[in-house]
């Protein structure tokens, strides 16, 4: 298994070889397994709102789109804010888990 090392100095002054991340074993699965839900989560509100942007955009009106580009800003901004109060407590449930 090959695991790129790097040198570190401690305060003591000894060298010592440390694992750099991430290097591809058990550990670092878990870790991709775990996170991709919440990945996915915070990549889905760019992509509804480029959707809602291109069907409003297909009425040709201006006021249309503002109207929905301020729409967009508010579902962005309590979105974000449910989004992280989950992702934050994942944290803390994958450090008791692992």
Same mark, same amino acid.
Do not use: D, V
């Given at each position: 298994e090959a695991v790129l090392l790097s040198m570190r100095t401690t305060r003591g002054g000894e060298n010592r070889n440390v694992r750099r991340f991430p290097c591809g074993d058990e550990l670092d699965r878990k870790i991709i397994k775990i996170s991709l839900p919440a990945i996915l989560n915070f990549a889905i509100n760019p992509l509804v709102g480029a959707i809602d942007l291109f069907w409003v955009g297909r009425m040709g009106n201006a006021l249309a789109i503002a109207g929905q580009a301020a !729409?967009?800003? *508010?579902?962005? $901004? +309590? $979105? &974000? &804010? &449910?989004? +992280? &109060?989950? !992702?934050?407590?994942?944290?803390?449930?994958? *450090?008791? *888990?692992?």
């Open positions: !729409a967009n800003q *508010i579902y962005n $901004s +309590f $979105s &974000l &804010l &449910l989004n +992280f &109060l989950p !992702a934050g407590e994942r944290k803390l449930t994958c *450090i008791n *888990i692992l």
